[in-house]
């Protein structure tokens, strides 16, 4: 089945550009036409292109030093060379620069089509294997129960549209999990699926992870970068925490979801994209946009239909299935014997509040695997549950949380268990040499609750920023 795509045709021949175009027309594609190297080589920076055509022999700069150009300028489309004046040795240059094959003039329409069509298909091929090979180890969206049920029903009604979805959830709830089935469940499926942490990106370098820049557009620019827009092309494009983006982003993504068209950093022309974008956040959006702290006007852009993902604790009919799910993944990863769970330990796993939500279950369960070998039971749970637990769980068994006693008690205990927490977030910064983002991973939380936890500890942030 022939792939449908935009190509561009690079020739100094006026009949042979017309007669090309017009094949690949009739054929369904788009085909744009240009008739030297330079100009080619603006459009191919410019524009995305699914496939590059180029004759070897033109006036000025021919076809082999523009495939060096492209490579150079980080053009990621595959080049197709042709040539009338064709021999073994021009051949074999061209694949040692990067072309995926040659052609030799007079050209067949029929072989031609086919080579084409060929080009893009592996090209689609090699993408998805690559964003297999992103996801594997992965979550997976596993669930049993009505809650769940009832978000993917939402997921199934709106992923076929164009709509631009908002998922709103506590951290480590599976948002992006949920943002990905919605774009494999969409018409957009065998387009890429693209991914920023608005959150994790500091504010000065969000613009050029978005939009991307050209070599020496700013101080550490050594080579062109291509933006999340651009790579997202035909695809989507997934903006996790969206309410922690700076206000001054905002109206640059605005703009560019207004109009379709991104400008690199350092260009001169803006490239037209076809991107969905799907957003994600723990804020309360409206809250944000009251405050003055995220624009309305974006606001009414992204959250067309939101997708409200209930945290852990509101769905722990789906604990087993989870804990199943975990079970066997971490012990294909590690190459260890599948562990069971008793059905005390899942009831203890059902009474813990789970803050850090389904990314925390994972780790419990990794930690549980380790510890308790081929049969995991309540106590080794108990164990393996964060000190935290057990301040919870004597709170919500009291009798009387008005009582004097029971005050006294569970507040020196709080304080135990406040003090344990410093000791361990101090040590794990130590031992990364005080970076917080990956101090933040070994404790199995994110960079900006990092941030959070060490002011609820009185940790001085102002010295983490400067050794960060």
């Not at 197709?80 to 050209?107: N, W, Y």
């Not at 080009?119 to 090699?126: D, F, M, N």
């Not at 065998?190 to 992870?209: H, Q, Y």
């Not at 982003?249 to 974008?277: C, F, N, W, Y």
Request: charged share 25%; with cysteine; net charge negative.
């Amino acid at each position: 089945m022939t792939v449908h795509a935009k190509i561009l045709i690079v020739d100094d021949e006026a009949n042979t550009l017309a007669s090309l175009s017009r094949a690949f027309r009739l054929a369904g594609h788009e085909a744009v036409v240009c008739d030297n190297a330079t100009r080619a080589l603006e459009l191919a920076r410019t524009q995305p292109f699914d496939l590059i055509l180029s004759d070897v022999v033109m006036p000025r700069r021919d076809g082999l030093a523009l495939l060096e150009d492209l490579k150079a300028a980080g053009v990621a489309a595959p080049v197709v060379m042709m040539s009338g004046q064709a021999h073994i040795e021009m051949a074999v240059k061209a694949t040692r620069l990067g072309a995926l094959d040659f052609l030799e003039k007079p050209l067949s329409t029929e072989k031609l089509l086919v080579t084409v069509d060929n080009a893009i298909k592996l090209t689609h091929l090699e993408t998805e294997n690559q964003d297999l090979r992103t996801r594997v180890g992965k979550h997976s969206l596993v669930f049993t129960g009505d809650t769940m049920r009832r978000v993917m029903a939402q997921i199934e009604r709106v992923a076929a549209s164009e709509a631009r979805i908002c998922i709103y959830g506590e951290t480590g709830t599976g948002k992006e999990l949920v943002a990905r089935t919605l774009h494999e469940k969409s018409n957009r499926a065998s387009g890429p699926f693209v991914t920023l942490n608005c959150a994790a990106i500091p504010a000065e370098l969000i613009e050029s992870e978005l939009f991307g820049h050209e070599k020496g557009s700013f101080t550490g620019a050594a080579q062109r970068h291509t933006g999340k827009f651009e790579q997202a092309h035909r695809g989507t494009l997934f903006l996790d925490e969206i309410g922690d983006m700076p206000l001054a982003m905002q109206a640059k993504l605005l703009r560019v979801l207004e109009d379709g068209e991104v400008e690199r950093l350092g260009a001169s022309k803006p490239i037209t994209v076809d991107v969905r974008v799907v957003v994600a956040t723990h804020r309360n959006l409206e809250k944000l946009v009251d405050s003055g702290l995220f624009r309305r006007d974006l606001y009414h852009r992204v959250v067309v239909f939101p997708v409200e993902l209930p945290p852990l604790r509101q769905r722990t009919e789906d604990l087993p299935a989870l804990v199943e799910h975990f079970v066997r993944q971490v012990s294909a990863q590690n190459g260890w014997k599948p562990a069971s769970f008793t059905d005390e330990a899942i009831d203890a796993l059902r009474h813990y509040s789970w803050p850090g939500n389904i990314r925390e279950l994972r780790n419990i369960v990794e930690r549980l695997l380790l510890l308790a070998g081929d049969l995991v039971d309540a106590d080794a749970v108990q164990l393996a549950l964060p000190a935290a637990h057990l301040n919870s769980t004597l709170t919500h068994q009291s009798p009387a949380a008005d009582d004097p006693s029971t005050v006294n008690s569970g507040g020196a205990l709080a304080a135990r268990v406040s003090n344990f927490e410093r000791e361990e977030v101090l040590k794990e910064l130590d031992r990364h040499n005080r970076h917080i983002t990956q101090a933040a991973k070994a404790l199995g939380l994110e960079r900006s609750h990092l941030y959070k936890k060490c002011l609820q500890l009185g940790i001085d942030l102002k010295s983490l920023e400067e050794r960060e």
